[in-house]
């Protein structure tokens, strides 16, 4: 990609400023300078150390997408050292990033303990999670086949107990059938005498993890996550715009 259209990611105008031993460390790898002073490794920018930050950080502010996506994008642009570091610096201090993702930038993920079932509908995980608003749904009732990774994901305007049965109700056993069992969150709706009737009297099995625990709740935690990555993060900038992408 020529550099001019590079240049249309970055707030302002940049120039080179190699030191001298980065220019010798670069030239003894074959670098040679190019355009405007840059040096090009293999058809690659090096990018200087005292620039590559900024440079990062002002694409990064065009894209808004995850560390991995970003260093597809750059590797086969751009040569530094420790782009995969500056990248991962980069993406944990973007706030718009951090916003979208409720862990605040990379997450690493938790241990699991959810029970695996052994046929496609048998076993659903389900939690709640907070969303965008948009118009009255600002919660997302996101549920998991436990056995396939299928995922079921619904905006809601309230998080209580009776709009998880009319999910189960009207949405999840008409198409997938009778679970045996429902791994949910310990939280109010949850635990609600209503949500249980409705369990108990289609004789579904409870089982609840600890209240609010993300570890002992897996498949959801992980799920959301990729729900929100979904959701563009330049929809914070213009929520009125924005459309659910369920």
């Given at each position: 990609?020529?550099?001019?259209?590079?240049?249309?990611?970055?707030?302002?105008?940049?120039q080179p400023s190699y030191s001298t031993k980065e220019t010798q460390a670069l030239q003894?790898?074959?670098?040679?300078?190019?355009?405007?002073?840059?040096?090009?490794?293999?058809?690659?920018?090096?990018?200087?150390?005292?620039?590559?930050?900024?440079?990062?950080?002002?694409?990064?502010?065009?894209?808004?997408?995850?560390?991995?996506?970003?260093?597809?994008?750059?590797?086969?642009?751009?040569?530094h050292s420790s782009l995969s570091k500056v990248i991962e610096v980069v993406h944990r201090?973007?706030?718009?990033?951090?916003?979208?993702?409720?862990?605040?930038?990379?997450?690493?993920?938790?241990?699991?303990?959810?029970?695996?079932?052994?046929?496609?509908?048998?076993?659903?995980?389900?939690?709640?999670?907070?969303?965008?608003?948009?118009?009255?749904?600002?919660?997302?009732?996101?549920?998991?086949?436990?056995?396939?990774?299928?995922?079921?994901?619904?905006?809601?305007?309230?998080?209580?107990?009776?709009?998880?049965?009319?999910?189960?109700?009207?949405?999840?056993?008409?198409?997938?059938?009778?679970?045996?069992?429902?791994?949910?969150?310990?939280?109010?709706?949850?635990?609600?005498s209503v949500t249980q009737q409705v369990a108990e009297s289609l004789n579904i099995t409870?089982?609840?993890?600890?209240?609010?625990?993300?570890?002992?709740?897996?498949?959801?935690?992980?799920?959301?996550?990729?729900?929100?990555?979904?959701?563009?993060?330049?929809?914070?900038?213009?929520?009125?715009?924005?459309?659910?992408?369920?």
């Amino acid at each position: 990609i020529p550099l001019r259209l590079l240049s249309s990611f970055f707030n302002t105008p940049h120039q080179p400023s190699y030191s001298t031993k980065e220019t010798q460390a670069l030239q003894a790898q074959g670098g040679k300078t190019g355009d405007k002073g840059w040096i090009y490794i293999q058809d690659r920018i090096a990018l200087p150390g005292n620039l590559a930050h900024t440079l990062i950080t002002d694409i990064h502010q065009s894209l808004h997408i995850g560390p991995k996506a970003l260093h597809q994008f750059l590797q086969p642009l751009f040569y530094h050292s420790s782009l995969s570091k500056v990248i991962e610096v980069v993406h944990r201090a973007c706030k718009t990033c951090s916003a979208v993702n409720s862990q605040g930038g990379i997450r690493r993920p938790g241990p699991n303990h959810q029970l695996r079932g052994h046929q496609p509908g048998e076993d659903w995980q389900l939690d709640f999670t907070h969303m965008l608003r948009h118009k009255t749904f600002h919660y997302l009732l996101t549920l998991v086949d436990i056995f396939t990774g299928w995922i079921e994901a619904y905006p809601m305007a309230r998080e209580t107990a009776d709009v998880v049965a009319t999910i189960l109700i009207k949405h999840i056993i008409p198409r997938f059938g009778l679970p045996w069992t429902l791994q949910l969150d310990n939280g109010p709706a949850f635990i609600s005498s209503v949500t249980q009737q409705v369990a108990e009297s289609l004789n579904i099995t409870w089982k609840l993890h600890i209240p609010y625990h993300p570890q002992s709740s897996g498949s959801p935690t992980r799920t959301c996550p990729s729900v929100h990555q979904s959701t563009p993060p330049s929809a914070l900038l213009s929520p009125a715009h924005f459309r659910l992408p369920l």
